[in-house]
C-alpha cells in the first residue's frame, strides 16, 4: 500500500514497487502522474489513470478498467463529484485510496459508507493535506486536551468566489472587489457545499478537529489573483495555534494552489523512505 514502506525484495535486494491508479489528471493529477512517470517517487508507478476522454498510454474510460490493473494505491485528484462516484467503489474493492477532493465529505452519506468500508481488515483512506499545514499540530492539539474552537479564514480572488446559486448582484461585486470582504461565513460543511472547488482544506480541517458542523470557515473575497491566504486560528485547552500560509495557484487552474499536488509527493517519498521528518 502507498501509505506503508514498500517491502524488500529478498532476492533482488530492491524496493517492491506500489502500482498507483489515478482518477483524474488535470491541474493536480497531472503533476503527480508527471512525477511518477518520470520516476521520481521512489517506490511508486503509475499503472493507469481514469480521465474523462484520455489518449494517453495509460489512461482507461471506466473505473472497471482501473481497478483491473490491481493497483495498491488510487489517487482521487478529480472533482468532489468525482470523489462522491467512485472513492466507494474502490474501497470496495478492497483498494486503498489517498483523496484529495475532502470536500465531498460534506454528504453524510458518503462520509457514512466510507468510514463503513475502511473499518476492522478494511483498506485505509488517506486524506491529503493538501494546500494547507499544521495538521499534525491540530490533531496533537486535540488529542492532548481537546479543543476549543478552530477557525479558517481563506482570502480568495473574488471572481473565482462566484457560484451558479448567487444573484447577479453577488456576482457583480465580486467582478468589482477592489478591497477585501467577508463572502461567507458558516461552518466547514456548509462551505463545502456551497463552494464546492474551493473548500477542501475547511473540510480537511474539520475532519482532523472538531467535524464539519463545528469548525468556522470565513471566505474573504479579495483582489489578487495570484495567490490564495489562509489563516487557521485553534485554541485548546494547552495551546493556541495561528498558522498562516500564502499560496501561489497553480499555473494551469486558478482554482487549486500550486502546493495541492506536491503534498501527495512528500506522502509517497515518505512512505518509500528509510527516514521520515514529521511524522
Not at 467503489?89 to 468500508?117: I, P, Q
Not at 468566489?161 to 456548509?190: N, V, Y
Request: with cysteine.
Amino acid at each position: 500500500c502507498g501509505s506503508r514502506r514498500a517491502a524488500s525484495d529478498a532476492q533482488s535486494g530492491r524496493l517492491a514497487l506500489t502500482d498507483v491508479a489515478m482518477i483524474g489528471r488535470g491541474a493536480i493529477g497531472g503533476v503527480i502522474a508527471s512525477w511518477l512517470e518520470a520516476d521520481r517517487i521512489p517506490g511508486h508507478r503509475l499503472v493507469g489513470t481514469l480521465t474523462r476522454g484520455g489518449r494517453g498510454k495509460r489512461d482507461v474510460a471506466t473505473l472497471d478498467e482501473l481497478l483491473a490493473l490491481a493497483p495498491g494505491l488510487v489517487i482521487e485528484a478529480a472533482s468532489q463529484e468525482a470523489a462522491r462516484t467512485y472513492v466507494p467503489s474502490v474501497l470496495a474493492a478492497g483498494r486503498d485510496c489517498l483523496m484529495l477532493s475532502v470536500g465531498a465529505f460534506s454528504d453524510h452519506d458518503f462520509e457514512t459508507r466510507c468510514r463503513s468500508l475502511c473499518t476492522g481488515d478494511g483498506p485505509r483512506l488517506l486524506i491529503s493535506t493538501g494546500a494547507i499545514g499544521g495538521i499534525d499540530v491540530l490533531r496533537a492539539m486535540q488529542l492532548g486536551g481537546g479543543l476549543k474552537s478552530v477557525t479558517l479564514t481563506s482570502t480568495v480572488h473574488a471572481p473565482r468566489l462566484a457560484q451558479p446559486w448567487m444573484s447577479a448582484r453577488e456576482t457583480q461585486r465580486l467582478d468589482a472587489c477592489k478591497h477585501d470582504f467577508i463572502a461567507f461565513e458558516g461552518t466547514a460543511r456548509e462551505a463545502a457545499s456551497h463552494f464546492p472547488r474551493l473548500t477542501n482544506i475547511g473540510a480537511t480541517i474539520a475532519l482532523a478537529t472538531l467535524g464539519l458542523d463545528t469548525v468556522t470557515v470565513k471566505l474573504l473575497a479579495g483582489p489578487r489573483a495570484d495567490t490564495k491566504v489562509h489563516l487557521v486560528h485553534a485554541v485548546s485547552a494547552t495551546s493556541e495555534l495561528t498558522l498562516r500560509l500564502d499560496n501561489r495557484v497553480a499555473p494551469d487552474n486558478p482554482h487549486t494552489s500550486a502546493l495541492t499536488p506536491m503534498s501527495v509527493i512528500r506522502h509517497l517519498t515518505d512512505s518509500a523512505s528509510d527516514i521520515v521528518i514529521g511524522v
